[in-house]
């Protein structure tokens, strides 16, 4: 990773970790009824402590570097920062669960059902689902038809088109075997769902063209299955301690990977040739889009 593409990481890391607080605050003191507001109180806490547990940001950080690279400015783009990386956070929450894929250990601390109670966990999810929609609807600035597109993006790609969609095939899919194309369709929609919607919603926060839109999402749609090439490829090669969470469990699990249908060389094949299409996809745009470039090449180098 060269220093250039390191501090702009650090900075969009810093930026929406900063930013999170403020969009969850006042949930338990909102009432004058002291009981209930110290039972919200547990659930802010509890969000807060799923929201802020570290992460690398990279849906984030992609909102972001899409503007730069529409050379845009990134004022503005704070909220639906925050909306999508809640969408994310809750995921990860309701992933967690027993009835899902039931893990005790999430970017080295205890997941939010360990951490709290199993009950507590869901309505985290329910909470921070919901706030990110609320987020895009106040968005500053009377452009309701933009604010229209950004939630119905937003709500597609986590719904059961998308990321919900991904994850009930993957629960099915458990001691399952799934050939290549089905395997990517479910780690398109589990995965790389978000991921693109990160990119389309900013590039349609800076209205850019529907060329540069088009060509955007190729991009996004390559690194969004390179991701979760990688994260199969790590479970595999890293540690407990490195990944932050449980090594091994999708193996563990006997759930379908990618090196477990194409080989630990194949799958590493794959993830090249899905960074070469990203870079490929941007061929069009000059050095502002240098930070998307640098975000394909440190999906597939990433050891967590």
């Known amino acids: ?25 006042n949930i338990g003191s909102e009432f004058s009824d002291a009981d209930a507001n110290s039972r919200l ?13 570290g992460g690398k940001r990279v849906r984030a950080t992609l909102i972001y570097a899409t503007a730069q690279a529409l050379n845009s400015n990134i004022d ?25 894929d039931n893990d005790d250990l999430r970017r080295g601390k ?37 604010k229209l597109a950004l939630i119905r993006q937003l709500s597609a790609a986590a719904g059961p088109r998308g990321m919900v969609g991904g994850q009930a095939i993957d629960l099915a899919s ?25 990119i389309s919603m900013s590039a349609s926060w800076c209205q850019a063209s529907p060329e540069q839109i088009a060509t955007l999402d190729e991009y996004g749609k390559a690194i969004g299955l390179s991701f979760q090439v990688q994260d199969d490829i790590i479970d595999i090669e890293s540690n407990t301690e490195t990944l932050g969470k449980t090594q091994g469990a999708d193996q563990a699990l006997n759930k379908p990977t990618f090196p477990a249908l194409l080989g630990l060389p194949g799958a590493k094949a794959l993830a090249a040739e899905l960074h070469e299409r990203a870079l490929s996809a941007l061929c069009d745009f000059d050095e502002r ?8 090449h440190y999906i597939i180098d990433r050891q967590h």
């Open 1 to 25: 990773m060269n220093r250039e593409f390191a501090d702009f990481l650090a900075n969009c890391q810093q930026r929406v970790q900063q930013a999170l607080p403020a969009r969850l605050r």
């Open 41 to 53: 109180q547990t659930l802010s806490d509890a969000s807060l402590y799923s929201l802020l547990n």
């Open 76 to 100: 503005g783009l704070d909220d639906i920062a925050c909306a999508i990386e809640m969408i994310h956070a809750y995921s990860l929450v309701h992933d967690d669960l027993p009835a899902m």
């Open 110 to 146: 205890p997941t939010c059902h360990i951490a709290y109670d199993e009950a507590t966990a869901i309505l985290v999810g329910d909470a921070l689902q919901a706030r990110a929609f609320e987020l895009l609807a106040n968005l500053p600035g009377n452009n309701a038809d933009t």
């Open 174 to 198: 458990v001691n399952q075997q799934l050939d290549l194309s089905a395997l990517q369709t479910m780690h398109q929609l589990k995965t790389g769902a978000l991921i693109r919607v990160a």
């Open 289 to 296: 889009a240098d930070p998307l470039r640098a975000l394909s």
